[in-house]
């Protein structure tokens, strides 16, 4: 009786063990075919050279390594992680805001206002991106319309502030919704029981819903840094040839420089500076 009673949790975790194996081994074999290997791939072209006519040739050498500290490109790196940042700045600004109303609205107005804000990700990305082209050019709407009262024309298009609008524009969704998450957690007689101290409104802001909030912050400027960060379909049709991102310069590097090599080791810095990130929201977010 002792010996089957003991088997019986043995073979139990077993089954557990295994039905989670079969359950898993999808994903895993998606993650590893389709994102490890390639990751692979990439990173150990770093310490090989370039072809005479592209391509990779299979001898050691730091040289790309060496180049990635060059002026030009830690400039083209820092005006990156500049227009990322001013770009989750102003998402925050706007999306903090729109959250706090959207979490204050009555029950069947909420689910409306959500739908609009995702709204946009029903279209494709490129056409919303291409439709600021059309906005801001110059016989654009925009152009167009400050002719009519005596302005303009003015240049629009292909600088810095457009790749920030442009940019803001596509991922201030993902600032809004962990926001609204976040601020619809919080339990309403918090914010009562500060007022009934005799806090202020913004007080009470202060010192009770931001704090409580700081973990949708840092989620919400998580999600809209990282992809702004490496995106290169807004630079390229909003700043042209006058603003290159590093998602650009990674580009070119594979598919017009044909140097592979030095490609996959922007690509690793990238990444390297994300996982960064990504340690730092973590360690934040326990602080928080």
Same mark, same amino acid.
């Given at each position: 009786?002792? &010996?089957?009673?003991?088997?019986?949790?043995?073979?139990? @975790?077993?089954?557990?063990?295994? $039905?989670?194996?079969?359950?898993?081994? /999808?994903?895993?074999?998606?993650?590893?075919?389709?994102? +490890?290997? /390639?990751?692979?791939?990439?990173?150990?072209?770093?310490?090989?050279?370039?072809?005479?006519? $592209?391509?990779?040739?299979?001898?050691?050498?730091?040289?790309?390594?060496?180049?990635?500290?060059?002026?030009?490109?830690?400039?083209?790196?820092?005006?990156?992680? #500049?227009?990322?940042?001013?770009?989750?700045?102003?998402?925050?600004?706007?999306?903090?805001?729109?959250?706090?109303?959207?979490?204050?609205?009555?029950? #069947?107005?909420? !689910?409306?206002?959500?739908?609009?804000?995702?709204?946009?990700?029903? !279209?494709?990305?490129?056409?919303?991106?291409?439709?600021?082209?059309?906005?801001?050019?110059?016989?654009?709407?925009?152009?167009?319309?400050?002719?009519?009262? $005596?302005?303009?024309?003015?240049?629009?298009?292909?600088?810095?502030? =457009?790749?920030?609008?442009?940019?803001?524009?596509?991922?201030?969704?993902?600032?809004?919704?962990?926001?609204?998450?976040?601020?619809?957690?919080?339990?309403?007689? +918090?914010?009562?029981? &500060?007022?009934?101290? $005799?806090? @202020?409104?913004?007080?009470?802001?202060? #010192?009770? =819903?931001?704090?409580?909030?700081?973990?949708?912050?840092?989620?919400?400027?998580?999600?809209?840094?990282?992809?702004?960060?490496?995106?290169?379909?807004? /630079?390229?049709?909003?700043?042209?040839? #006058?603003?290159?991102?590093?998602?650009?310069?990674?580009?070119?590097?594979?598919? &017009?420089?044909?140097?592979?090599?030095?490609?996959? =080791?922007?690509?690793?810095?990238?990444?390297?500076?994300?996982?960064?990130?990504?340690?730092?929201?973590?360690?934040?977010?326990?602080?928080?």
């Amino acid at each position: 009786m002792k &010996s089957e009673v003991k088997t019986q949790p043995v073979s139990r @975790s077993r089954g557990r063990w295994l $039905g989670a194996f079969v359950f898993l081994s /999808p994903g895993l074999a998606y993650l590893v075919v389709l994102m +490890l290997v /390639p990751l692979a791939l990439v990173f150990s072209y770093t310490v090989f050279q370039r072809g005479r006519f $592209g391509g990779v040739v299979y001898e050691f050498t730091t040289e790309n390594f060496e180049r990635l500290f060059d002026p030009l490109y830690l400039s083209v790196l820092g005006d990156s992680l #500049k227009i990322a940042a001013l770009t989750t700045l102003i998402a925050l600004l706007v999306g903090y805001p729109t959250a706090y109303l959207i979490a204050q609205l009555p029950k #069947k107005w909420k !689910t409306l206002a959500l739908v609009a804000v995702v709204l946009p990700f029903w !279209t494709n990305f490129i056409i919303r991106v291409y439709a600021w082209t059309i906005l801001l050019s110059g016989p654009g709407l925009v152009n167009s319309a400050l002719a009519k009262i $005596g302005l303009g024309p003015y240049e629009l298009l292909y600088n810095q502030g =457009t790749i920030v609008a442009g940019l803001l524009y596509s991922y201030l969704p993902l600032m809004v919704l962990p926001l609204y998450a976040a601020i619809e957690k919080l339990d309403p007689q +918090l914010r009562e029981a &500060s007022a009934n101290l $005799g806090a @202020s409104g913004f007080t009470t802001f202060r #010192k009770v =819903t931001l704090p409580l909030t700081v973990p949708g912050v840092l989620t919400g400027s998580l999600f809209v840094f990282v992809p702004s960060f490496g995106n290169f379909v807004i /630079p390229e049709m909003l700043g042209g040839n #006058k603003s290159i991102m590093v998602g650009n310069l990674i580009r070119n590097q594979f598919l &017009s420089a044909r140097d592979w090599p030095f490609g996959a =080791t922007l690509s690793l810095a990238l990444i390297a500076v994300l996982v960064v990130l990504l340690i730092v929201q973590a360690w934040a977010a326990r602080r928080a």
